[in-house]
């Protein structure tokens, strides 16, 4: 039941993990990955500066690297 409420409902807030060189922000995008699947799409930045946001479709968690 969690499961299906996550997937079909649309969050309109994001989480900001900010840190220099070397402090895990990386770590975290791998243990959502194990966690979420498929649902995570890694992306860079040029990505996001596009007119249409082709890149967060379909994805729970976004993470720009």
Avoid: P
Avoid at 51 to 63: I, R, T
């Amino acid at each position: 039941e969690f499961r299906r409420v996550l997937f079909r409902s649309r969050v309109n807030h994001g989480m900001l993990v900010q840190g220099c060189e070397g402090s895990g922000k990386s770590y975290f995008s791998k243990i959502a990955t194990l966690a979420l699947g498929d649902n995570v799409k890694i992306i860079s930045t040029s990505d996001i500066s596009e007119k249409y946001s082709a890149w967060a479709e379909g994805s729970v968690l976004n993470v720009v690297e």
